[in-house]
């Protein structure tokens, strides 16, 4: 399944299930809920009651047009990752982590898909990070490993986009990655069983105006999504529509000389291969 969280003409939340590049099923009319975060909590009903509304096929509507919400849009947790790969805790001057090295970010801090991206008036040093997203779907504490993909419903996309400045001013980095609509977040949530286990194995990429800036491969993780899953719950129970944003590989604005950094105008683009293709343009703080 593909599901779209959106918004109707009366600016009410929507779900809907992407059934082709051009038309979606809205599904709350077909009797679902409104946001996959109710649906994740129903848990495998709420996942064989969406299937089944898809192949009735009712209650369709374009695709063009569409205004997308965020694909959880309150998460209980969002665990972001940092230095995930190899060659990107190379370009930051870190060691490669012995263990996963985790930081929270906020919902106030994120975007829909096609939503602008705010460069803050008090800092230009605004840079892209494409991250693929792994969404909780059953709960528990303290999960193994080998059963950690059990736990993860589906996936989607973010862009991590930091403010350097403010992200290097302490050994925490929680304010350069939470400013108020600096990240990307969508534009839709890919059931687990549409991609390779862990979805392993995926091309990931992002474009900044058309130019790619980053280009890696998911098999490039230090640490893989079992993993990941396995390390959060150690600390606090895992919920259905709680989010793993797993790191970004090299090729940072931060680490190219003269350095990269999103402005005014730019579009930027995250992709990983099966998953879909998040965009956002920027802008600045009014």
Same mark, same amino acid.
């Given at each position: 399944?593909?599901?779209?969280?959106?918004?109707?003409?009366?600016?009410?939340?929507?779900?809907?299930?992407?059934?082709?590049?051009?038309?979606?099923?809205?599904?709350?009319?077909?009797?679902?809920?409104?946001?996959?975060?109710?649906?994740? &909590?129903?848990?495998?009903?709420?996942?064989?009651?969406?299937?089944? %509304?898809?192949?009735?096929?009712?209650?369709?509507?374009?695709?063009?047009?569409?205004?997308?919400?965020?694909?959880?849009?309150e998460?209980?947790?969002?665990?972001?990752?940092?230095?995930?790969?190899?060659?990107?805790?190379?370009?930051?001057?870190?060691?490669?982590?012995? @263990?996963?090295?985790?930081f @929270?970010?906020?919902?106030?801090?994120?975007?829909?898909?096609g939503?602008?991206?705010?460069?803050?008036?008090?800092?230009?040093?605004?840079?892209?990070? %494409?991250?693929?997203?792994?969404?909780?779907?059953?709960?528990?504490?303290?999960?193994?490993?080998?059963?950690?993909?059990?736990?993860?419903?589906?996936?989607?996309?973010f862009?991590?986009?930091?403010?350097?400045? @403010?992200?290097?001013?302490?050994?925490?980095?929680?304010?350069?990655?939470?400013?108020?609509?600096?990240?990307?977040?969508?534009?839709?949530?890919?059931?687990?069983?549409?991609?390779?286990?862990?979805? @392993?194995?995926?091309?990931?990429?992002?474009?900044?105006?058309?130019?790619?800036?980053?280009?890696?491969?998911?098999?490039?993780?230090?640490?893989?999504?079992?993993?990941?899953?396995?390390?959060?719950?150690?600390?606090m129970?895992?919920?259905?529509?709680?989010?793993?944003?797993?790191?970004?590989?090299?090729?940072?604005?931060?680490a &190219?000389?003269p350095?990269?950094?999103?402005?005014?105008?730019?579009?930027?683009?995250?992709?990983?291969?099966?998953?879909?293709?998040?965009?956002?343009?920027?802008?600045?703080?009014?």
């Amino acid at each position: 399944m593909r599901l779209i969280a959106f918004q109707d003409e009366n600016g009410a939340a929507r779900l809907g299930a992407r059934v082709n590049d051009h038309t979606l099923l809205d599904l709350t009319a077909a009797g679902l809920p409104d946001s996959l975060d109710e649906l994740l &909590r129903q848990g495998e009903a709420g996942f064989r009651a969406a299937r089944a %509304a898809i192949e009735r096929g009712q209650h369709a509507r374009p695709l063009a047009g569409l205004t997308y919400l965020p694909p959880v849009l309150e998460p209980a947790k969002a665990f972001a990752i940092g230095l995930n790969y190899v060659d990107h805790a190379t370009e930051s001057h870190f060691e490669k982590p012995k @263990h996963p090295v985790i930081f @929270h970010r906020y919902p106030s801090s994120w975007v829909a898909h096609g939503q602008p991206l705010v460069r803050p008036h008090v800092s230009a040093q605004f840079d892209y990070e %494409a991250e693929l997203v792994a969404v909780i779907g059953k709960g528990d504490r303290y999960i193994r490993q080998e059963d950690a993909l059990d736990h993860v419903a589906g996936y989607t996309l973010f862009n991590d986009g930091s403010l350097r400045d @403010h992200q290097f001013r302490s050994n925490q980095w929680m304010m350069g990655k939470n400013f108020d609509r600096s990240g990307g977040f969508g534009p839709e949530f890919v059931s687990a069983d549409e991609l390779p286990p862990g979805a @392993h194995g995926l091309r990931l990429q992002c474009r900044l105006n058309g130019q790619v800036v980053q280009d890696a491969n998911t098999r490039d993780m230090i640490f893989d999504v079992r993993t990941l899953v396995a390390a959060c719950s150690e600390a606090m129970a895992l919920v259905p529509g709680d989010l793993i944003i797993t790191g970004t590989p090299a090729g940072v604005g931060l680490a &190219r000389k003269p350095p990269l950094w999103m402005k005014p105008g730019d579009v930027c683009e995250v992709e990983v291969e099966g998953v879909g293709v998040l965009r956002n343009p920027i802008v600045d703080e009014r």
